[in-house]
């Protein structure tokens, strides 16, 4: 069962003029890869350390380094990168692995100062100027300069088409892996509003990396209309970096060594769980906001989607503030609590999604 947990709309429409800050709707579907309990200390594999006895917790492992790239060496593509070109070879033209999102803006903008920050935020991120070329055996990665970032155009004004359906009709078409992997369209919706679409492929992105751009955006563009010069700090570390030195982990044999600990670790899973009531829950008429919807029903998952009001909201916070936790692992603590107390078991199987980026001056950078 998957749980999607709202807590404020979801688009935001942007006025220059007062907030700043652009802030985007956005469509993407979620895979959960589901893990077992972390081992006691003692279980775990020699490179996490046990914290001194007495606390009563296990400590991870400093973070790691990333080392600078041979710069004259072929840049491969990294372990995820991989499995996304094999989704793309096996189903082409398709655009599940599109991430797009849309920003709105209800004063008129300049399509020329968007253009100017996009053209800004490749310069600075290799990645989004990713090119991918080679035998089908060994795919590897170039970032040829891309030149001005050229945003599409479409004017809806009589039209009678919506910004919701030429918003469809973007996130819909797909990305050629030979070609490049972003795009943009500005929309004009009327004489003062108009929408920014971006679009890019799986491949050289993700969704911390969208907030990375966003705000690298954000930045660019007000110097822009301001009539400044963007000053972005480009990142010292670039995905090729990490893409590099994962590839010489797997040659050392770190990650086989993992991987055999984790598929034993791993190898008898608890059945899955049997959420079947003889009551249906009741639902707390004071609190409005913590009715679920309906859920949508389907062989494999059922998604129920509910919204936190304000309230429980400030009070999930502060709960995640005083145990130097995020949100995300209150909400995680509280479905686990949840599925032990609907179900009985013990022994739970949580899946959660990670956007991998615990290595040392990792959080700025663009990648996937």
């Not at 041979?70 to 995820?80: E, H, K, N, Y």
């Not at 209150?330 to 990670?354: E, I, N, R, W, Y």
Request: charged share 20%.
């Amino acid at each position: 069962m998957a749980c999607f947990i709202d807590f404020e709309s979801d688009v935001t429409r942007y006025s220059p003029d007062s907030t700043g800050s652009p802030h985007s709707g956005r469509v993407c579907d979620e895979h959960p890869i589901d893990h077992r309990p972390l081992p006691r200390a003692d279980q775990r594999p020699a490179d996490h350390a046990a914290e001194p006895a007495g606390t009563g917790r296990a400590q991870r492992p400093g973070p790691a380094a990333v080392p600078p790239r041979d710069a004259a060496a072929p840049v491969p593509l990294s372990g995820a990168q991989l499995d996304l070109w094999v989704y793309e070879s096996l189903y082409p033209g398709t655009p599940n692995l599109n991430l797009c999102s849309a920003y709105h803006f209800d004063t008129p903008v300049e399509p020329a100062q968007l253009e100017a920050a996009l053209t800004a935020i490749q310069d600075s991120h290799d990645i989004l100027r990713t090119r991918i070329s080679g035998p089908t055996g060994a795919p590897r990665v170039s970032f040829p300069d891309a030149g001005p970032f050229v945003l599409e155009r479409e004017d809806l004004r009589g039209t009678g088409r919506t910004v919701a359906q030429a918003f469809r009709d973007f996130r819909s078409r797909p990305f050629d892996l030979r070609g490049r992997l972003i795009r943009g369209r500005f929309v004009q919706a009327d004489e003062q509003r108009c929408t920014l679409m971006l679009g890019l492929h799986h491949i050289i992105t993700d969704w911390w990396s969208f907030d990375v751009l966003q705000d690298d955006f954000t930045r660019a563009y007000l110097a822009l209309r301001d009539g400044a010069e963007p000053e972005l700090v480009r990142p010292e570390l670039q995905y090729a970096d990490f893409a590099c030195w994962q590839a010489e982990l797997e040659a050392s044999g770190v990650f086989g060594a993992r991987l055999e600990f984790w598929s034993r670790y791993l190898a008898d899973p608890p059945a899955a769980l049997n959420l079947a009531r003889t009551r249906p829950v009741p639902r707390p008429e004071s609190q409005p906001e913590l009715r679920p919807q309906q859920p949508e029903v389907s062989p494999a998952i059922v998604q129920l989607p509910f919204r936190v009001g304000p309230q429980a909201t400030t009070a999930v916070r502060a709960l995640a503030r005083a145990n130097g936790v995020s949100v995300y692992v209150v909400l995680m603590s509280a479905f686990a609590a949840l599925a032990h107390k609907v179900s009985g078991a013990q022994d739970l199987v949580l899946g959660t999604p990670v956007a991998n980026r615990s290595a040392q001056g990792w959080t700025g950078s663009s990648a996937m």
